[in-house]
């Protein structure tokens, strides 16, 4: 055992620069070391290896001399106001257009940019976990939830695509679906089930799946197609449009 220990150590020790693959090239960094940005050397290890190379031939480094930058007058603000007017014209969104208030239309997100009424999951209150059936009724009655003409045309026009946006199930909380209408209608009040209660509430949490509902979903755009071609030699004039919540 002894004898074997000795013969690998000399093995290892007689290692020559040969015997590893690029073993004379600096070692490769395996873990960060958190440092100041100042105190971070960002050459790389094609830079560092010319400098190695140099030291060991003792051979001085060839200094680069510092470009020389031109002196540019700062812009006046027609002539940058020009010039971000012929950028929006491009169509291309450049983030410099988004810190100017006057060309920021096209960066605002749609979500902002529509009229959404109050969410229903937001009339959530945590002093009401423990309260009995009368209690909460009581509050209810001085809860008023009241949604514009605007709001109402947001939301429909925000949600055709239905289960395809994020939108679908976030004004879909709180409210009692047609497919959930049955079963709320025959649910005590005072006790009603958990699994009703999650599914109205957060109904993106209770989706059903499997492979006929997924079927169904995948071949949901061919259906409507014969659908429509089907009531279009019965009726004049036929046609279906998008529904939104």
Same mark, same amino acid.
């Given at each position: 055992?002894?004898?074997?220990?000795?013969?690998?150590?000399?093995?290892?020790?007689?290692?020559?620069?040969?015997?590893? *693959?690029?073993? =004379?090239?600096?070692?490769?960094?395996?873990?960060?070391?958190?440092?100041?940005?100042?105190?971070?050397?960002?050459?790389?290890?094609?830079?560092?290896? #010319? *400098?190695?190379?140099?030291?060991? !031939?003792?051979?001085?480094?060839?200094?680069?001399?510092?470009?020389?930058?031109?002196?540019?007058?700062?812009?006046?603000?027609?002539?940058?106001?020009? /010039?971000?007017?012929?950028?929006? !014209?491009?169509?291309?969104?450049?983030?410099?257009?988004?810190?100017?208030?006057? /060309?920021?239309?096209?960066?605002?997100?749609?979500?902002?940019?529509? *009229?959404?009424?109050?969410?229903?999951? +937001?009339? /959530?209150?945590?002093?009401?976990?423990?309260?009995?059936?009368? +209690?909460?009724?009581a509050y209810c009655k001085n809860v008023n939830v009241s949604v514009s003409k605007e709001e109402s045309q947001s939301v429909e026009l925000a949600t055709r695509s239905q289960s395809e946006t994020k939108l679908w199930n976030l004004f879909r909380s709180g409210?009692?679906?047609? &497919?959930?209408?049955?079963?709320?209608?025959?649910?005590?009040?005072?006790?009603?089930? +958990?699994?009703?209660? *999650?599914?109205?509430?957060?109904?993106? &949490?209770?989706? /059903?799946? &499997?492979?006929?509902?997924? =079927?169904?979903?995948?071949?949901?755009?061919?259906? #409507?197609?014969?659908?429509? +071609?089907?009531?279009?030699?019965?009726?004049?004039?036929f046609a279906v449009e998008d529904a939104g919540s």
């Amino acid at each position: 055992m002894l004898f074997s220990i000795e013969a690998t150590v000399k093995v290892r020790e007689a290692r020559t620069v040969t015997d590893s *693959k690029a073993y =004379w090239l600096p070692a490769s960094v395996k873990g960060v070391v958190y440092a100041k940005i100042e105190d971070i050397d960002f050459t790389s290890a094609k830079s560092q290896k #010319r *400098k190695l190379d140099q030291k060991i !031939l003792d051979t001085p480094l060839p200094k680069k001399g510092l470009s020389q930058l031109k002196p540019v007058n700062k812009p006046t603000d027609n002539e940058l106001s020009a /010039f971000l007017h012929q950028l929006s !014209l491009t169509g291309a969104q450049s983030a410099v257009l988004s810190i100017k208030e006057t /060309f920021q239309q096209p960066f605002i997100p749609k979500v902002l940019n529509n *009229k959404f009424p109050k969410l229903l999951s +937001e009339l /959530f209150n945590d002093e009401l976990i423990d309260a009995s059936f009368s +209690e909460i009724l009581a509050y209810c009655k001085n809860v008023n939830v009241s949604v514009s003409k605007e709001e109402s045309q947001s939301v429909e026009l925000a949600t055709r695509s239905q289960s395809e946006t994020k939108l679908w199930n976030l004004f879909r909380s709180g409210r009692i679906t047609a &497919s959930r209408m049955y079963v709320a209608c025959h649910s005590s009040p005072a006790q009603p089930s +958990e699994s009703l209660i *999650k599914s109205i509430c957060n109904p993106k &949490s209770m989706k /059903f799946v &499997s492979a006929a509902t997924n =079927w169904g979903c995948s071949h949901e755009k061919d259906a #409507r197609e014969i659908y429509c +071609e089907t009531l279009r030699t019965m009726h004049e004039n036929f046609a279906v449009e998008d529904a939104g919540s």
